[in-house]
């Protein structure tokens, strides 16, 4: 029987999980929390045999709090839910101790396969982050509007665009120009871009270009 301690950053979606998973044969959900910081008191309260970590959830670092649950719950299985696809970010995850990842879109069959496999105490990857690996491994170089590297990095095609041009070295207001859009706006993409690679600064973002082969020849 998997006891499932469920957290989730959304009371809505909390109790939707709670009532598609508690439905499932083998699995008992024995407690649930929005926030990072209810999240080591709830393991210790209701000792659950495996945590659906929100990787969203408001509080402290997540990842420090995912440290700190391997650190004093060693035979805790844990199943991360995110939205980033990302590689860096995942492989972040996994050094720092789940043992699987599954997309906030996924299908529920999908998540209830990745619970089940994970507390059979095998890996998990959801089929999407496999797909964009695979496709990653066997495209040597981007296509022509940069789809591998975009569905890796989980970037949108506009996000894809300014990346393509910071990388060129051009300003934000010179990037508006170009895509005639606002200053604003571009700001916006580079704060997302930014956000959903685990990127600091500039000179990280140019990096980031030069590994997807984004630089200009």
Do not use: W
């Not at 492989?91 to 998540?111: C, I, M, N, T």
């Amino acid at each position: 029987m998997i006891r499932l301690l469920l957290t989730d950053s959304d009371n809505s979606t909390r109790q939707a999980l709670r009532i598609g998973l508690g439905a499932a044969v083998g699995l008992e959900v024995v407690g649930e929390v929005g926030t990072g910081a209810e999240l080591l008191d709830a393991v210790a309260s209701v000792a659950p045999s495996m945590v659906l970590l929100d990787l969203g959830m408001p509080g402290p670092d997540v990842f420090a709090v995912l440290l700190a649950l391997r650190e004093q719950y060693p035979q805790l299985r844990i199943l991360a839910r995110g939205e980033l696809t990302n590689e860096h970010y995942i492989a972040r995850a996994f050094d720092l101790g789940v043992h699987g990842y599954v997309l906030k879109s996924s299908l529920l069959s999908e998540l209830l396969h990745g619970l089940g496999t994970v507390a059979a105490g095998r890996p998990f990857l959801c089929s999407a982050i496999g797909l964009a690996l695979l496709s990653r491994l066997y495209t040597e170089k981007p296509a022509p509007d940069g789809a591998a590297a975009r569905l890796v990095l989980g970037l949108s095609k506009r996000e894809m665009e300014v990346l393509s041009l910071v990388a060129e070295g051009l300003t934000n207001a010179e990037i508006a120009v170009r895509l005639f859009t606002s200053k604003r706006t571009i700001e916006t993409h580079r704060q997302n871009i930014m956000e959903k690679t685990q990127t600091r600064n500039t000179a990280s973002l140019i990096k980031l270009a030069a590994r997807q082969g984004l630089l200009p020849e």
